[in-house]
């Protein structure tokens, strides 16, 4: 079973920056493929960035391509979401995710406000 949990969100004016943080426990890290989640009021769930257990392959949803980054640190378990240019859409609970074979794992979100 493995745990994530994310921090790093707040409240921030556009054009700002943040970064977010998800600390994974209860499994092998390095074997996982990660990725970011975001959920704005009234809309489903939707993929933002992924990164592979090696690190070397990222996938970013074009809405945020230029402006996000997902990267890794395979030795704190931890996956980073660098967020730039921040714009009002943006706002949205944003969930770390874990998947590896049939198993998925999701973090408890990490809220993101960006003013205009």
């Known amino acids: 079973q493995v745990q994530l949990v994310e921090s790093g969100g707040g409240l921030v004016q556009a054009g700002g920056s943040l970064r977010l943080s998800c600390a994974a426990s209860g499994g092998t890290f390095s074997t996982y493929r990660m990725g970011w989640f975001r959920q704005a009021p009234g809309k489903e769930r939707a993929f933002v960035a992924s990164?592979?257990?090696?690190?070397?392959?990222?996938y970013n949803a074009d809405s945020v391509k230029g402006r996000f980054t997902i990267s890794r640190d395979n030795a704190k378990n931890t996956v980073y979401l660098q967020m730039n240019s921040l714009k009002p859409e943006d706002t949205a609970v944003y969930y770390c995710?874990?998947?590896?074979?049939?198993?998925?794992?999701w973090g408890q979100g990490t809220q993101v406000t960006v003013s205009s």
């Open positions: 990164i592979g257990s090696g690190g070397a392959i990222t």
């Open positions: 995710n874990a998947q590896r074979g049939g198993d998925t794992y």
